[in-house]
């Protein structure tokens, strides 16, 4: 099965296929109107690998584009606008495209920079010599002969929270794999309206929203880009009932101001990562739709089976039995986690490990010209994740954060991801990353970056009290430098930049503010309150372990 295959099977389907608050198209003008763009990208296509970069919004240009590159066997490079500069210069020529689709402000965007394909060969959806141009190339649907499960229909970038972003290769055969796996997992049927708030160019929105639409024949309803504020009104006037999420986009909506009416909204569930267990309990209470919370990446999904009634936390269970948490040292399977009253893992140590799926090597598809990435993701004939987990006493598969998600405090493992979660029940707190820094006496202290609304202040969350009223939290986990922002440094998919936030840590533009013990205030960290803190890094012989940032304070 290939897209190609799926989208096809979409000529002559006179229900609705795309939607905006503006137009409506049936699936079988999605149909043809992709088929116009594949003979436009078949008379540009030069020799060399079939590659056209995408910089658009959520727009129904993006989506047309997306079926022209699976009837023409060609593949989508999803450009990433939150990139600037130098970096996106390199990440976009890295992939070799041979033309760009993009419209006015993305050209401006794209100002000065040298992607490797000359002027003339981008193509602006908002001129009118381009719709005139689209116009001219109306065929009748059909596909390359040469198309098969194996073409290669994205590249897609990973969102580069902790490190440097890969382009991740995802063929026409898996995507429609994972069309089918999806819309009977996150339960898109042929009456739903998918409502399409992430970003196009993301894994989220491709695999988990437009490819099971395209399977069940279900609507795909665009807005340009998120909004927590029109979240709530493009659901209603674009009749959605499905979306898809990270947690970053739902403790935003959950932000909005609170009004009497709104459950009366078609919604009915969505899916997505990284919404904490309380968010999704506040959002189902709130607005009447279940959230799915799931695990998976764009290198590789699958492994997870959605168990709703176990633990709110656990991802779900393990989906075969080549799907383990192990040892990366030995390679053995790490033991049962034992959890106590408040779900924190008692043996951390021993039960947490790397997220592995032993038959997962012949899955993965590799990385853009990337072969030290691709050796890193497969090693003794397995998949590695990257990540770490754990499993307890029922089986129930939990997500524990990635290495430096574990932060050493006076010889204790502490989890900042499950720092975080508590964060997130502070209703003023709209996102949270936590990490360690160095502490200037001996291994590491927990620091959090939190994001606030703008208006409310430190002052005002009562960080203290709250923290101290959490009885799960543990006497390691309350942070000892805190960072307060209206806007915390995020990719183009809405997930923290974990690296960056990390780097900077209480060397940042940003307020901080420092607690000294856990039955201490927090004191604004000041310029002489940096500088007394450097001295007693060198007192303590630790300067080195601020590196290079030393020079910024």
Same mark, same amino acid.
């Given at each position: 099965?290939? #897209?190609?295959?799926?989208?096809?099977?979409?000529?002559?389907?006179?229900?609705?296929?795309?939607? *905006?608050?503006?137009?409506?198209? *049936?699936?079988?003008?999605?149909?043809?109107?992709?088929?116009?763009?594949?003979?436009?990208?078949?008379?540009?296509?030069?020799?060399?690998?079939?590659?056209?970069?995408?910089?658009?919004?959520?727009?129904?240009?993006?989506?047309?584009?997306?079926?022209?590159?699976?009837?023409?066997? /060609? *593949?989508?490079?999803?450009?990433?606008?939150?990139?600037?500069?130098?970096?996106?210069?390199?990440?976009?020529?890295?992939?070799?495209?041979?033309?760009?689709?993009?419209?006015?402000?993305?050209?401006?965007?794209?100002?000065?920079?040298?992607? !490797?394909?000359?002027?003339?060969?981008?193509?602006?959806?908002?001129?009118?010599?381009?719709?005139?141009?689209?116009?001219?190339?109306?065929?009748?649907?059909?596909?390359?002969?040469?198309?098969?499960?194996?073409?290669?229909?994205?590249?897609?970038?990973?969102?580069?929270? *902790?490190?440097?972003?890969?382009?991740?290769? &995802?063929?026409?055969?898996?995507?429609?794999?994972?069309?089918?796996?999806?819309?009977?997992?996150?339960?898109?049927?042929?009456?739903?309206? &998918? %409502?399409? &708030?992430?970003? @196009?160019?993301?894994?989220?929105?491709?695999?988990?929203?437009?490819?099971?639409?395209?399977?069940?024949? /279900?609507?795909?309803?665009?807005?340009?880009?998120?909004?927590?504020?029109?979240?709530?009104?493009?659901?209603?006037?674009?009749?959605?009932?499905?979306?898809? %999420?990270? !947690?970053?986009?739902?403790?935003?909506?959950?932000?909005?101001?609170?009004?009497?009416?709104?459950?009366?909204?078609?919604?009915?569930?969505?899916?997505?990562?990284?919404?904490?267990?309380?968010?999704?309990?506040?959002?189902?209470?709130?607005?009447?739709?279940?959230?799915?919370?799931?695990?998976?990446?764009?290198?590789?999904?699958?492994?997870?089976?959605?168990?709703?009634?176990?633990?709110?936390?656990?991802?779900?269970?393990?989906?075969?039995?080549?799907?383990?948490?192990?040892?990366?040292?030995?390679?053995?399977?790490?033991?049962?986690?034992?959890?106590?009253?408040?779900?924190?893992?008692?043996?951390?140590?021993?039960?947490?490990?790397?997220?592995?799926?032993?038959?997962?090597?012949?899955?993965?598809?590799?990385?853009?010209?990337?072969?030290?990435?691709?050796?890193?993701?497969?090693?003794?004939?397995? %998949?590695?994740?990257?990540?770490?987990?754990?499993?307890? $006493?029922?089986?129930?598969?939990?997500?524990?954060?990635?290495?430096?998600?574990? #932060?050493?405090?006076?010889?204790?493992?502490?989890?900042? #991801?499950?720092?975080?979660?508590?964060?997130?029940?502070?209703?003023? #707190?709209?996102?949270?990353?936590?990490?360690?820094?160095?502490?200037?006496?001996?291994?590491?202290?927990?620091? /959090? /970056?939190?994001?606030?609304?703008?208006?409310?202040?430190?002052?005002?969350? =009562?960080?203290?009290?709250? @923290?101290?009223?959490?009885?799960?939290?543990?006497?390691?986990?309350?942070?000892?430098?805190?960072?307060?922002?209206?806007?915390?440094?995020?990719?183009?998919?809405?997930?923290? $930049?974990?690296?960056?936030?990390?780097?900077?840590?209480?060397? &940042?533009?940003?307020?901080? %503010?420092?607690?000294?013990?856990?039955?201490?205030?927090?004191?604004?960290?000041?310029?002489?309150?940096?500088?007394?803190?450097?001295? =007693?890094?060198?007192?303590?012989?630790?300067?080195?372990?601020?590196?290079? $940032?030393?020079?910024?304070?």
């Amino acid at each position: 099965m290939t #897209i190609a295959d799926l989208l096809l099977a979409r000529a002559g389907d006179s229900r609705p296929g795309l939607r *905006t608050r503006d137009r409506e198209w *049936t699936w079988d003008e999605v149909v043809r109107a992709s088929a116009a763009r594949a003979a436009l990208a078949r008379r540009l296509r030069r020799d060399g690998s079939f590659h056209i970069a995408v910089l658009l919004e959520n727009v129904p240009e993006f989506v047309f584009w997306l079926g022209a590159a699976a009837l023409a066997g /060609a *593949t989508v490079i999803g450009v990433n606008p939150t990139r600037q500069g130098g970096y996106l210069e390199q990440e976009v020529r890295h992939t070799e495209p041979q033309f760009v689709i993009t419209d006015e402000t993305g050209l401006s965007h794209l100002e000065g920079l040298d992607l !490797g394909v000359p002027r003339d060969r981008y193509l602006l959806v908002d001129e009118v010599d381009y719709v005139e141009t689209v116009a001219r190339y109306a065929v009748e649907p059909a596909r390359d002969p040469e198309i098969d499960s194996g073409t290669p229909l994205l590249l897609l970038f990973t969102s580069g929270t *902790t490190g440097v972003s890969k382009a991740a290769r &995802c063929s026409q055969g898996r995507l429609a794999g994972l069309g089918h796996q999806n819309a009977a997992k996150y339960r898109v049927g042929r009456d739903d309206v &998918c %409502y399409c &708030c992430m970003p @196009l160019f993301h894994g989220n929105a491709v695999m988990g929203l437009w490819a099971p639409a395209l399977v069940a024949g /279900a609507c795909v309803a665009l807005t340009p880009k998120f909004s927590a504020s029109g979240f709530l009104p493009d659901v209603r006037a674009l009749g959605a009932t499905y979306f898809t %999420y990270v !947690g970053k986009a739902v403790s935003y909506v959950l932000a909005t101001a609170e009004r009497p009416d709104d459950r009366a909204n078609p919604l009915t569930h969505g899916f997505g990562t990284e919404a904490s267990p309380e968010d999704r309990e506040l959002f189902e209470a709130r607005f009447g739709a279940e959230l799915l919370e799931a695990y998976g990446s764009s290198e590789g999904a699958g492994m997870v089976t959605l168990t709703p009634s176990g633990p709110p936390s656990a991802l779900g269970r393990p989906a075969h039995d080549g799907v383990q948490v192990v040892d990366p040292e030995t390679r053995k399977t790490c033991p049962r986690a034992e959890l106590d009253e408040h779900g924190r893992v008692r043996n951390a140590e021993e039960a947490i490990g790397e997220l592995v799926d032993t038959r997962g090597a012949a899955k993965f598809e590799g990385y853009w010209n990337n072969p030290a990435a691709d050796a890193e993701r497969v090693r003794h004939g397995w %998949y590695w994740t990257g990540d770490l987990g754990y499993v307890d $006493q029922d089986g129930y598969l939990y997500f524990a954060g990635r290495s430096g998600d574990w #932060i050493r405090v006076d010889g204790e493992n502490t989890s900042a #991801i499950h720092v975080e979660r508590v964060l997130r029940r502070h209703r003023s #707190i709209l996102a949270a990353a936590v990490f360690g820094v160095p502490d200037p006496r001996s291994g590491d202290q927990v620091m /959090a /970056a939190i994001e606030v609304p703008e208006g409310v202040t430190f002052a005002e969350l =009562e960080l203290p009290v709250f @923290l101290a009223a959490q009885t799960d939290l543990g006497t390691k986990g309350a942070p000892r430098f805190v960072r307060i922002s209206h806007g915390l440094p995020s990719t183009g998919s809405g997930k923290l $930049q974990r690296k960056a936030l990390r780097l900077a840590g209480w060397r &940042c533009a940003e307020p901080v %503010y420092r607690r000294l013990g856990r039955d201490d205030g927090y004191t604004l960290l000041d310029p002489a309150g940096r500088e007394a803190l450097r001295r =007693e890094f060198e007192s303590a012989g630790r300067l080195r372990f601020l590196g290079h $940032q030393t020079e910024r304070m």
